[in-house]
């Protein structure tokens, strides 16, 4: 069963990924982006991190939930809404319940992967975080560890995909060759599970 | 790239700062962001709200003030403003005729600004939005985020922001807005990227002797790349491509806007080019504005915005405005 403290080390371990990763994450955004992926994410998971261990929230759902109203307030661009959601709406599905279970954990963060793609209108393939999320959700059965390979292996596969959703898709056949921000955070997100479970 | 800032951390909140003690007519929450007429909420009229990332100065802050924008919420450089900011700022100037966002259409300025809408409606304040999608460089189909916002913001928050101040209604200076968005066309070109504080270098790697045509305002590439072009070949490709989309039958405003990086010196001989193919064309021009409105940091380059008007824009075009970045008849 995961509980309050399962998440609340899910979201810390992501911080620290994307710390660890800013500066790639930017890179990969300045030739089909405007080059501020990372330190946008950083912000808006320190601002996670501290919101989480000022208001100690005492529930799974409690917890995904205050964590995507954070980076609502201050990631802003596209990932802030879209990443705010993913966690919102994950949270909001697993209920006021003090711990949960990894098939209930799967089912959330499925319903908050449908949330992303409602709000976005990006579909797999659309060379965006879903390519990234949908493959970890369909793995996650499987375990964290089958999640993140799904999630790390569908990040690598945007590369030779045409964007059609995002700041990207402006580039039109410009933007095939070169692999996803967004897949890419999406898979450190996904990553983060693996060592909040001291896998 | 050398800067003329103190950390890349704080370039923006440093901004806000110095246009706080320029600007006292504005106030300025550094701290909350967002910049807001002195004198709002001005009883009995619509209120109209804009907001994006930084980088495109004048806009959107340097739109506020009578006859434009009533507030504007200035986001990292390049990355929409937050939720937050737009309701704190609707709260502010909203007299009880509503408040009209002004969003340029880029996927996260319109879920913030969505978001926004429907917060701020819970609190009671009426929303009603107007998207801006002028650029011609992007197809707008299924398969892309849609057109950009550029140039023709300053055309639907001047012009719109005219309507607001004669007392109009909100659902009028909707109707306004729309109508000048749809009526308005811009093709952009860059002859370097721009390079954002937090990068450092330049966001994409233009050689000497080419160009990009077809830019965005966020220094992302174009759509085609050639070797360098005279002004003169720049204005034919540019104008073309608008009036290739929008064959004007009403005299046009014509907006020649400098992307940060290119002396007023070459804007105005761009323009004499842009004026050149529009008389060749055809196309009477109503008015002109030349220089640096939206721009893309110290990117060098241009775009041409087009805006067809009837009487009545234009007579609000003309109409008094006070701000920081647009100046006439008061």
Not at chain 2, 8 to 29: F, K, N, Y
Not at chain 2, 40 to 52: C, N, R
Not at chain 2, 158 to 175: N, T
Not at chain 2, 205 to 228: F, K, N, S, T, V
């Amino acid at each position: 069963m995961l509980d309050a403290d399962f998440f609340r080390r899910w979201m810390t371990a992501t911080a620290a990924a994307v710390d660890r990763e800013a500066e790639r994450l930017t890179a990969l955004d300045s030739p089909i982006g405007d080059a501020d992926h990372g330190s946008n994410l950083q912000r808006g998971f320190n601002a996670v991190t501290a919101a989480v261990e000022k208001e100690s929230p005492q529930t799974p759902g409690a917890v995904l939930m205050l964590a995507g109203r954070q980076l609502i307030s201050t990631v802003g661009g596209a990932s802030g809404p879209l990443y705010g959601t993913l966690l919102r709406r994950t949270g909001k599905a697993l209920g006021e319940a003090g711990e949960v279970s990894e098939d209930q954990f799967a089912q959330a963060l499925r319903a908050g992967v449908d949330a992303v793609m409602a709000l976005g209108g990006a579909a797999p393939g659309d060379k965006t975080m879903i390519d990234a999320l949908v493959p970890a959700v369909d793995a996650l059965g499987d375990g964290f560890t089958a999640a993140r390979a799904a999630a790390e292996e569908g990040a690598l596969a945007t590369t030779p995909l045409q964007a059609r959703k995002g700041r990207a898709s402006y580039l039109g056949e410009r933007s095939i060759g070169h692999q996803d921000p967004g897949a890419t955070s999406s898979a450190l997100l996904i990553a983060g599970l693996v060592e909040a479970n001291g896998e | 790239m050398k800067m003329l800032i103190n950390v890349a951390e704080s370039v923006v909140t440093d901004a806000l700062r110095g246009m706080a003690a320029a600007h006292p007519e504005l106030v300025v929450d550094v701290e909350k962001r967002v910049i807001v007429r002195r004198d709002a909420p001005v009883e009995g009229k619509v209120a109209l709200v804009s907001g994006g990332g930084s980088g495109h100065e004048p806009l959107h802050g340097g739109f506020v003030g009578p006859g434009m924008l009533s507030a504007a919420c200035p986001g990292e450089v390049f990355t929409s403003p937050v939720p937050d900011q737009m309701v704190r700022a609707a709260a502010a100037v909203d007299s009880g005729a509503g408040v009209l966002f002004i969003v340029k259409n880029y996927t996260g300025d319109v879920l913030n600004f969505d978001m926004a809408a429907e917060l701020a409606e819970d609190e009671g304040i009426q929303v009603a939005k107007v998207l801006v999608n002028d650029d011609v460089a992007v197809t707008d189909s299924l398969y892309t985020a849609g057109r950009r916002g550029t140039g023709a913001t300053l055309f639907v928050e001047k012009i719109a922001g005219a309507a607001a101040d004669e007392g109009q209604p909100l659902e009028r200076v909707e109707a306004i807005g729309r109508q000048v968005n749809e009526n308005s066309r811009s093709f952009g070109v860059a002859l370097s990227a721009c390079t954002t504080p937090a990068k450092g270098s330049p966001t994409f790697d233009l050689p000497p002797g080419e160009l990009e045509l077809g830019i965005g305002i966020h220094g992302e590439p174009g759509r085609e790349r050639r070797a360098m072009m005279t002004s003169g070949e720049i204005a034919d490709f540019a104008v073309g491509a608008i009036l290739e989309d929008m064959p004007p039958r009403n005299p046009v405003l014509v907006l020649v806007n400098g992307m940060g990086g290119t002396p007023l010196l070459e804007l105005y001989g761009f323009n004499a080019e842009v004026q050149r193919v529009l008389a060749e064309r055809g196309v009477n021009v109503a008015h002109t504005l030349v220089g640096n409105y939206v721009t893309s940091l110290d990117m060098a380059g241009a775009s041409v915005t087009l805006c067809q008007v009837d009487e009545e824009l234009l007579r609000l075009w003309n109409a008094p405005v006070k701000t920081p970045g647009l100046r006439w008849g008061m």
